[in-house]
Structures are given as structure tokens and as C-alpha cells.
């Protein structure tokens, strides 16, 4: 079977395990009779390969245009969602959630078989400060400006400064997160190799782990003060929202949910060991079923599919190199039909009648986060001491934000829900990324191709 025919049927696969899982979530297999089947789960699978379809053409544009493939697809995605066409409607987004696990395990996979643990330990101090200072610089600054823009937006023009600061701080650290998952797709796409290459993907991955336990604890400390004051929806949220675990301490669930997945990356990535040492036949299938085994058991067991997947891939790269080398070859051949749903997928999430009445507030805060992206990232790379010509240009790298910001400013919402300010912050925050959404990739592009690291001429500068 070709590649081209692979792609598909692993596609086709993806859409049968998403709408049988989902079924069974919804239904139970025993009550499907007496329950009926949702009539969007039916159309989900039409508007899946439909969303497949249209983004891969879209891509292939892009790419003519010498825009990022990444582009095309989140633009199709947009343009096909529930605020703009409607083909894929709000009711079929929950379902696709489950292609978002998926998507995001093979993603997670492909980034920990693009870390060397010799580069990682030998540029642990330039990522620590490039991440330490960006986020440091993010951070502080854009929860001072949201905390000024959120009073003068007309519909939170009654909001107190306790939860103006409370909420500004939540939006300053969605503002520190970034996409690893659009970064590894442009490298991807581009091939390219080379130690900013290497930097930037190191750094984006250990930085959307930061990003998240921040989140945690800021949220914890936030909807606190914004239930007492309003007496909300935020009542009933904390860190459990995110993890789905209650009654203990906030450091024990963040442990236990970072170093349990981190153990079960371990077992995944010596189970995959184990099958290409002695059976080593139908890759494509086997793919498959590993990444949908990782998205489908994350949740009953508070694990985070991204850190799983990734200390999988990790250790298969550098623990079994020969051994895994075909593996890595075969999700390479697999990336592009998942990112086209991936991210067409995340562009359904983008509300463009919102976007169209707070762009003006949500363009500040993109500037504001662009500044201190910049500023930040060339500060800690010089604290660091990264190469001049490398830390000059490196922040272009953590623009993209998509999936895990958007899931964020979902939380937010859930946070916020009982209160006047849920539903305007929601729509800033998704306005933010949804601008960052389409710069990111351009801005990725032009920082790879200067840098001379893509393709054949990148790989021959840079081997291995």
C-alpha cells in the first residue's frame, strides 16, 4: 500500500475510533437502543473528512503562496465553523474532542523524537532563562494592562479592581502559553535541523509545561476571590476542573498529575520498545491504536496525553535510537492528514462575531504579549548565552498559540460562568488567540527559512 492510501486509511481509522468512543461516552453501548444516537455525532464523520479534504487543499495553496500549510488549515477550519459557514456546527465540536487527543499524542510523540537529551543538558541553562525571563516579562506586564483595559471594555465597565487585577492575571498567563504542536508542524513541514531548531523545540515543549502549572495555581488563587465577590460558577472550580481529581492538596494533584504521566511515558515508550523489537509489522495500525490508547486512558486516569506521548517519544529517540529509527519515519509519514484535522479543528473554535466586537482590545493585548515576547526571549537568551544571531530571532518561535490556550480560555470560562464577566472575557481571550493563531505560523516560517536550517540545506549544516 503507498503512502498516499496509508494517510487515508489511518485517517478513516482515526474517524471510526472517535465516533465509536464518543458513542460509547455518550450512549453506553447497552442504551444506545433506548437513547437513540445524537443525530450530530452521524454528522460528525461527514464533517471530518470534509474538514480533511478542505484543509489539505487549503494547505497545498498556502505552501504556493509561501505561506505555512499551517495557515491554510487553520483559515479552512475558520472559515467551515460554526461562525462562519456552519458546516461543522457547535454541537459536533464536543465531538472532536477525542481527534484532539489523538492529533496531540502523535504531535507530543514526533517532539520527544526531536530531543537530544545531550542538547537538552547541555542548553538547560539557556532554556531555563529564556523561559524564566519570557514568562517572567508576560506575566507581570500584561496582567498590569488587563488590568487597566478590563474596566473601559463596555460590557465589564462595572467590574471591581480586586477582580480586574484576579482576572487580568488569569489573561496574562494564557498570554505566557505557546503551541508546540503548530512548532512542530512548520518544522516538520520546513524539515528542518539545527540548533536553534533544537532550542525552539525544546523550549516550547518545557515551556507549555511551566504554562500549565502556573495556569493551576493561578486559577486556584483567583476564582477564590472572584466567588467570594460574585458568588459565581467559580465556586466550584479549582485545579480538579483540569486534572478531575478533588479533596487534596494543590501541589499533591499537580505532582501526581506531571510525574504519573511522565511514569506512564516511560511504559508506553518501553511497550512501543518491545513491539518493534519483536514484531515490527503493520507500523500504520500500531500508531494508531498507541495514540488512541494514550488520548482514551488520560482522563480516567489523570494523565496529561501531551506528557505521556512525549516522555515516550523521548526515551525511544535516545534510550533506542536503531530500534525506533522506522517508527519515527512512519509518524512522519502520518503528520500531514493529522494536522490538516488538528488544526482545521482548532479553527472552528474561533468566534468571529466576537472577534469582530473586541478586536480592538484583543489587538492591544497581542501587542502588548508580542513586546514582551521579544524583549523577554532575547533578554533570557542573552542570560543564557545563546548565540547572539540565534537569541535575536528565537521569540518568533513562541507566537503560535492554538489548542492548549484555547482549552485554557475554556477553564476561564468555566471559572467565570455565574458571573457578568464570563462570556466578554471569553470572547477577549479567545480574540488574543485567534490573532496569534494565524501570525504565529508566518512569523515561524520567515525565522526558519533566514536561518538557513530548513530543508536539504538546513540538514546538511546540521546533521542528525
Not at 361 to 377: F, K, P
Not at 421 to 430: D, R
Request: glycine residues 12%; aromatic residues 6%.
Amino acid at each position: 500500500m503507498n503512502t498516499t492510501m496509508r494517510k487515508i486509511v489511518v485517517i478513516v481509522a482515526l474517524v471510526l475510533f472517535a465516533m465509536l468512543a464518543n458513542l460509547w461516552g455518550e450512549a453506553g453501548w447497552g442504551h444506545v437502543g433506548e437513547s437513540g444516537i445524537d443525530p450530530a455525532l452521524l454528522a460528525t464523520g461527514t464533517a471530518v473528512g470534509l474538514l480533511l479534504l478542505c484543509a489539505w487543499l487549503s494547505g497545498l495553496i498556502s505552501r504556493r503562496v509561501g505561506l505555512p500549510m499551517v495557515t491554510g488549515f487553520l483559515l479552512i477550519g475558520i472559515v467551515l465553523g460554526p461562525s462562519a459557514l456552519g458546516v461543522v456546527t457547535a454541537d459536533q465540536q464536543r465531538y472532536l474532542l477525542l481527534i484532539d487527543k489523538l492529533a496531540i499524542a502523535l504531535i507530543a510523540l514526533t517532539a520527544g523524537g526531536e530531543i537530544r537529551l545531550s542538547f537538552l543538558k547541555g542548553s538547560l541553562k539557556a532554556i531555563s532563562s529564556i523561559i524564566g525571563v519570557q514568562v517572567g516579562c508576560v506575566l507581570v506586564v500584561s496582567t498590569v494592562v488587563f488590568a487597566m483595559i478590563l474596566p473601559r471594555m463596555g460590557s465589564l465597565a462595572g467590574i471591581g479592581t480586586g477582580d480586574a487585577w484576579r482576572i487580568g492575571l488569569l489573561l496574562a498567563v494564557l498570554a505566557c502559553s505557546s503551541s508546540p504542536a503548530i512548532a512542530i508542524a512548520v518544522v516538520t513541514e520546513l524539515r528542518a535541523k539545527g540548533p536553534l531548531t533544537q532550542l525552539l523545540l525544546s523550549a516550547t515543549v518545557c515551556k507549555d509545561l511551566v504554562v500549565i502549572i502556573l495556569f493551576a495555581v493561578a486559577l486556584s488563587f483567583s476564582v477564590g476571590g472572584l466567588a467570594a465577590g460574585q458568588g459565581g460558577g467559580g465556586e466550584h472550580l479549582s485545579l480538579m476542573t483540569i486534572i478531575g481529581q478533588e479533596h487534596l492538596p494543590l501541589m499533591t494533584i499537580i505532582g501526581q498529575h506531571i510525574v504519573g504521566s511522565m511514569v506512564a511515558g516511560v511504559i508506553v515508550g518501553i511497550l512501543i520498545t518491545g513491539y518493534l523489537r519483536r514484531v515490527r509489522a503493520h507500523l500504520t495500525i500500531f500508531l494508531v491504536l498507541v495514540c488512541f490508547g494514550i488520548a482514551l486512558v488520560s482522563k480516567p486516569l489523570h494523565l496529561d496525553p501531551l506528557i505521556t506521548a512525549l516522555i515516550a517519544g523521548l526515551l525511544m529517540r535516545n534510550a533506542w535510537h536503531e530500534i525506533s529509527e522506522d517508527f519515527f519515519e512512519e509518524i512522519e509519514d502520518l503528520s500531514l492528514p493529522v494536522y490538516c484535522v488538528f488544526f482545521a479543528v482548532a479553527g472552528t473554535r474561533v468566534d468571529l462575531v466576537a472577534l469582530g466586537e473586541l478586536w480592538h482590545w484583543a489587538l492591544i493585548g497581542v501587542v502588548v504579549r508580542l513586546s514582551m515576547l521579544a524583549g523577554g526571549t532575547m533578554l533570557g537568551a542573552k542570560l543564557g548565552g545563546v548565540d547572539r544571531d540565534i537569541g535575536r530571532v528565537l521569540w518568533g518561535g513562541f507566537v503560535s498559540r492554538a489548542g492548549v490556550s484555547i482549552a485554557l480560555a475554556g477553564l476561564i470560562y468555566d471559572a467565570l460562568e455565574g458571573t457578568d464577566y464570563a462570556t466578554p472575557v471569553f470572547n477577549l481571550a479567545l480574540g488574543m488567540v485567534a490573532f496569534d493563531e494565524l501570525l504565529g505560523p508566518l512569523m515561524l516560517k520567515r525565522m526558519l527559512t533566514d536561518s538557513g536550517e530548513t530543508g536539504a540545506r538546513g540538514a546538511a549544516a546540521h546533521p542528525g
